[in-house]
């Protein structure tokens, strides 16, 4: 028991992997609409050269 953190402690990652979960989802959606754009200007520059 000693080497469990405090309740403090405990909380803090809590709140961290909570904030974490909707952040990474974001970001999931995200990279998706991303990589088309990134996609869609390296077409349309090489059909320019």
């Known amino acids: 028991m000693s080497k469990l953190p405090s309740k403090e402690q405990l909380l803090g990652q809590l709140c961290g992997v909570l904030a974490a979960v909707p ?13 088309l754009v990134y996609a869609l200007q390296a ?7």
């Open 23 to 35: 952040t990474k989802l974001v970001r999931t959606l995200n990279a998706a609409p991303s990589n």
């Open 43 to 49: 077409i349309k520059d090489q059909k320019e050269n």
